[in-house]
Nanobody, 127 residues
Framework: QVQLVESGGGLVQAGDSLRLSCAVG????????MGWFRQVPVKEREFVAG????????RYAESVQGRFTISRDNTKNTLYLQMNSLKPGDTAVYYC????????????????????WGQGTQVTVSS
């Protein structure tokens, strides 16, 4: 079993920055491809960013490209999402997710392909 616990959310103003963290326990963190998703009420969960098992490859949604940076520290079993130049449209509950990839370089954006999820952390950006 894998446990994922997000932290770092909060209320900020447009243009501010936040860093989300996701602590992973239970299994070898380096075995998992990791992702960040976000969700607002009445909408489907949306892919934000993903990182390969080693951290050598990343992938971003077009809406956050150039503003957000995903990274991982396999020695600390922790996933990060650095969010800069935040916009009101970034307001959502942010979730970290893990999956066991067949291809070690693959980064998937489909939420159904991730088997493990955290409880989410709220990010609210005021205008």
């Amino acid at each position: 079993q894998v446990q994922l616990v997000e932290s770092g959310g909060g209320l900020v103003q447009a243009g501010d920055s936040l860093r989300l963290s996701c602590a992973v326990g239970g299994r070898t963190f380096g075995n998992y491809q990791m992702g960040w998703f976000r969700q607002v009420p009445v909408k489907e969960r949306e892919f934000v960013a993903g990182v390969s098992k080693s951290g050598g490859r990343t992938r971003y949604a077009e809406s956050v490209q150039g503003r957000f940076t995903i990274s991982r520290d396999n020695t600390k079993n922790t996933l990060y999402l650095q969010m800069n130049s935040l916009k009101p449209g970034d307001t959502a509950v942010y979730y970290c997710a893990a999956r066991t990839p067949m291809d070690p370089m693959a980064i998937l954006s489909t939420s159904e392909r991730y088997g493990y999820w955290g409880q989410g952390t709220q990010v609210t950006v005021s205008s």
